[in-house]
T-cell receptor, first 115, second 110 residues
Framework: DTGVSQNPRHKITKRGQNVTFRCDPI?????LYWYRQTLGQGPEFLTYFQNEAQLEKSRLLSDRFSAERPKGSFSTLEIQRTEQGDSAMYLCASSSFPGQGLAAFFGQGTRLTVV | LAKTTQPISMDSYEGQEVNITCSHNNIATNDYITWYQQFPSQGPRFIIQGYKTKVTNEVASLFIPADRKSSTLSLPRVSLSDTAVYYC???????????FGSGTRLLVRP
């Protein structure tokens, strides 16, 4: 296993289009997280899954955002009707609970540019 | 999750030891102290985690005093490739929401 994988690495889309990102976590990890990061800021929590259950969504996640983790494996994050303010790096992370404290493993991220 | 405070930026030179201190006055009994490193255009990378006293791995050391209200990440003999943002996080094993502040931007000069 080579770690957390995110695809695509880069995405340029026109305002109003829908985009979908994929995250493949470390296989034995039961927790999966999505974060968003803009230039000069730390990552901001968006949502998290324990196995296939989505247990919390940040208020940052408007109705245009949806995330799934079917069968507790890979996850997708979809943004509908993209806006320029959605331009950011979208990060996925995974961890194993219990027992790892705050240690999570992040992917390389998907950089979204909305033009 | 306990709030953390760390310097916005630090400068160092190659070969020096760098110590980055994080304050977490409201740390709870069961909270871990965890540090991440992030290079530009990459996701954060977990580097070290501790609960009390000292932890050392191949990358860094983490010093935690008895009262646990602060912690110090120590990077021995830094190189240019250690230029990155370093984040201090505090929370319990059950914490699912990792709270990243703005971190400490370390610049290592030749």
């Amino acid at each position: 296993d080579t770690g957390v994988s995110q695809n695509p690495r880069h995405k340029i889309t026109k305002r109003g289009q829908n985009v979908t990102f994929r995250c493949d976590p470390i296989s034995e990890h039961n927790r999966l997280y999505w974060y968003r990061q803009t230039l000069g800021q730390g990552p901001e929590f968006l949502t998290y899954f324990q196995n296939e259950a989505q247990l919390e969504k940040s208020r940052l996640l408007s109705d245009r955002f949806s995330a799934e983790r079917p069968k507790g494996s890979f996850s997708t994050l979809e943004i509908q009707r993209t806006e320029q303010g959605d331009s950011a790096m979208y990060l996925c992370a995974s961890s194993s609970f219990p027992g790892q404290g705050l240690a999570a493993f992040f992917g390389q991220g998907t950089r979204l540019t909305v033009v | 999750l306990a709030k953390t405070t760390q310097p916005i930026s630090m400068d160092s030179y190659e070969g020096q030891e760098v110590n980055i201190t994080c304050s977490h006055n409201n740390i709870a009994t069961n909270d871990y102290i965890t540090w991440y490193q992030q290079f530009p255009s990459q996701g954060p990378r977990f580097i070290i985690q501790g609960y009390k006293t000292k932890v050392t791995n191949e990358v860094a050391s983490l010093f935690i005093p008895a009262d646990r209200k602060s912690s110090t990440l120590s990077l021995p003999r830094v190189s240019l490739s250690d230029t990155a943002v370093y984040y201090c996080l505090v929370g319990m094993d059950s914490s699912y929401k990792l709270i990243f502040g703005s971190g400490t931007r370390l610049l290592v000069r030749p």
